[in-house]
């Protein structure tokens, strides 16, 4: 097992309450099985990185995204703590490394269990928090999520056919189709073109290797176009 | 209709970005039907003081309950900023009355429904973030939402006695059982004693003018004592 020093050292951050770290790392079956050793387990550090990750996510998608609405808002920063994105985070991190548990959780596999790697990466920005500040931690997700972000990570999970069919239809009902212009190529290497039709009225072409891709960038054109119009209005 | 100068004058704070402040209290459809002034709405303030009160709430819960267990201060929390609490704080503080929506939305009764008076409030918190910082909300909260919170406000939806039960059961199956030791006085003004059993073992002893009360009462003081056993174990 690798230390919290070693930990410090290769994020750069010097702990000054070096408790809260370690109570970070730890579980409560360790401290069940160590009750002489008095360590606190990482629940309450958990409930409170939490917040700490919904607030600074939140202001960073708030501001990256001056244009965006708050429904696509709240469905990007769904996605920027689910618990699969923070299984990602703590893996990039080892964050397992650093894990107390106890000897029966560790056999039943309990260091790599997903739920429990989420939790770690929480009540280590929790511990984050309280000892060096909200600064501190925002700094730091600048260098684990904030990137991801803006690399269109968690777009994937937005689907501009539907965000385009959520936009227009804010209105009132409207009738949203895509037909294929063109498709070409052999069959693994095909190019299709489709154009989306807005109330019978052509509004934007996509290019794409498959149908739905060539659908999705059509989308992602008008979804543009009209909300640049809104913008410049 | 009152003037946002008049809130800042009554909650004693000077928004430094008062168009913020002005986009907090305006909803969709008054943008709708004024296109001409170009407003804004508050729904993306909403997301993000949504945010904002979930940190300020969880750390002050955090450290005014320094023994509670994280799925306790969970339960808190939830309380603190669910819909019908965050009405009584937009309440409180005559939100509604600064509030700017369109003709129909206010023929509908918009300006007092639950949804749009929590959703005022979260935006206002959302406002003051941005404009003046973190300090400051946490400072006016201080007022509106922390007094509340020492108060016991928020404890009545928990029940000490399923705590107990939570509390006790975290080492496996226990039995927990109430015992009326004395029931006196006339029927509307009734005194009653009960005692509780752990495991056959008495434990306390509550008082209260319903049966019910006084077994709450049993519950909450077992489980201050195992709590402050714990914390000096």
Redesign the interface.
């Known amino acids: 097992m690798k230390t919290l020093k070693e930990l410090q050292e290769r994020i750069q951050i010097s702990f000054k309450q070096e408790a809260l770290l370690e109570q970070a790392f730890t579980h409560a079956s360790y401290v069940n099985e160590n009750r002489s050793k008095g360590s606190k387990h990482y ?2 550090l ?3 990185g ?3 990750l ?2 600074t ?3 960073y998608l ?1 501001n990256r995204f001056p244009e ?3 429904g696509q ?2 469905k990007l ?1 769904a996605a920027c703590v689910c618990e699969g994105a923070l299984v990602v985070y703590a893996k990039e991190l080892n964050l397992s490394d650093y894990f107390r548990i106890g000897r029966g959780e560790e056999n039943a596999g309990g260091r790599t269990r997903d739920a429990l790697v989420a939790d770690i990466f929480e009540a280590f920005i929790g511990a984050m928090y309280l000892s060096e500040g ?1 600064d501190c931690v925002r700094s730091f997700l600048g260098k684990v999520i904030f990137p991801k972000i803006d690399d269109g990570t968690f777009e994937a999970n937005n689907d501009y056919k539907t965000l385009l069919q959520e936009w227009l239809q804010k209105d009132g009902d409207i009738s949203i189709s895509y037909e294929i212009l063109s498709e070409n190529g052999p069959a693994h290497d095909k190019a299709f073109q489709v154009r989306l039709v807005v109330n019978g009225e052509p509004q934007s072409i996509g290019e794409g290797r498959t149908k739905k891709t060539a659908e999705q960038s059509a989308a992602q054109a008008a979804l543009a176009s009209y909300q640049s119009q809104e913008k410049n209005s």
């Open positions: 629940e309450r958990e409930f409170l939490d917040a700490v919904e607030l996510v939140s202001d708030f965006r609405p708050e808002l709240t920063r909200i």
